[in-house]
Structure formats: C-alpha cells, structure tokens
C-alpha cells in the first residue's frame, strides 16, 4: 500500500486570518504557465487575461469594504498583492474603541477573487484552468516588512529575469507552493 506524503500545512496554526492586518499574498497561475502577459523591457504588457487579473483586482474593494489593496503586480505566471484587512467598526468600550469582529478572511478573499476571474475568463476560454490549488501568504508583521514588499512589488517587473518564477532564472523552482 502507497503512503502519501503528509501534506505541507499553507496556513499558519492558530493564525485567525480575520485580523486586522496586511498580508503579502502570492497566487501563481496553473502549472506556472505564463498566461497573463509578458515582461518586455522591465515592463509588464497584459494580455485580455491579464487584464481581467487585474481589473477583478481593482474590483476586490468593491465586493468587501473592509479590504484595501495597499499594491498589486500581475506577472506572466503569477501575482503579488499586498493587501490590509481593515475595521469598518468600533465600538466604544470603557473610554476605548475596539474593532467588532470580521466577518471576511483571507481564505474567503482569495477563494472570491480566484473564482471571479476563472468566471470571466472561461466567458471567452471556456476551457482555460487559470489558477493553481492554493496561494503563498506571509502576514506582515511590522512596517519594514511593509514597506519591503511594498517595494517588492513595484519592482517586480524589472528583476524578471532573476525572479524564482520565471523558468530562465537560476533561482526557479526555489519557491513553490
């Protein structure tokens, strides 16, 4: 009889990920294949899924109003969004306001998105598989951290060519889900 091995456990234990924090979220197309457009001269160039990728990113405040897209990039076979899970309400307590609790998380965020874009785009590729079974998050954990993947993301495009999704870096593969 085959054992399968134990899978690697993607979410952090006991984390709840309705808190009022910023995460860095990384979400590769399937099988890595570069489906949402090229990096031409350090610039990302979308194709129509890319574009769909990013316009249903514009769009994720408009489905819950305690999510903020602080900074996104759509690459040829994944994106980076960092985003803040943010308080609509307080309430008042002993001369303190405290956020009520959430009712959105990250998994919940993530499943919406992913399956919103899958939507539209199977309305002109019917039969395209865009996303791979899960997604990479590091909560962030103070303002260097922030501001490092703040960066991150603006640069993103211009180091292409070393970034450990891209097959002709030397540091492909490094990184996986």
């Not at 996303?131 to 909560?139: A, G, P």
Request: glycine share 2%; charged share 25%.
């Amino acid at each position: 009889m085959d054992i399968l091995p134990d899978r690697k456990m993607l979410r952090l234990k006991g984390f709840d990920y309705s808190n009022y924090v910023s995460y860095f979220v990384t979400i590769c197309s399937h099988e890595r294949k570069f489906i949402f457009g090229d990096v031409t001269d350090g610039n990302m160039i979308l194709n129509q899924l890319g574009q769909t990728v990013f316009s249903e990113l514009e769009n994720l405040h408009s489905h819950y109003d305690s999510v903020e897209i602080e900074n996104f990039v759509v690459m040829p076979n994944h994106i980076h969004i960092l985003l803040s899970i943010i308080s609509q309400d307080l309430i008042a307590l002993e001369n303190e306001e405290i956020p009520l609790p959430n009712n959105i998380s990250l998994p919940q965020i993530i499943r919406h998105y992913k399956a919103g874009v899958s939507r539209n785009i199977r309305k002109y590729r019917p039969d395209s598989k865009i996303w791979q079974k899960s997604y990479h998050d590091r909560i962030v954990r103070n303002e260097f951290e922030y501001e490092t993947f703040y960066k991150y993301i603006i640069a993103n495009p211009a180091v292409w060519d070393k970034d450990c999704h891209n097959p002709i870096s030397m540091d492909y593969n490094k990184w996986s889900l």
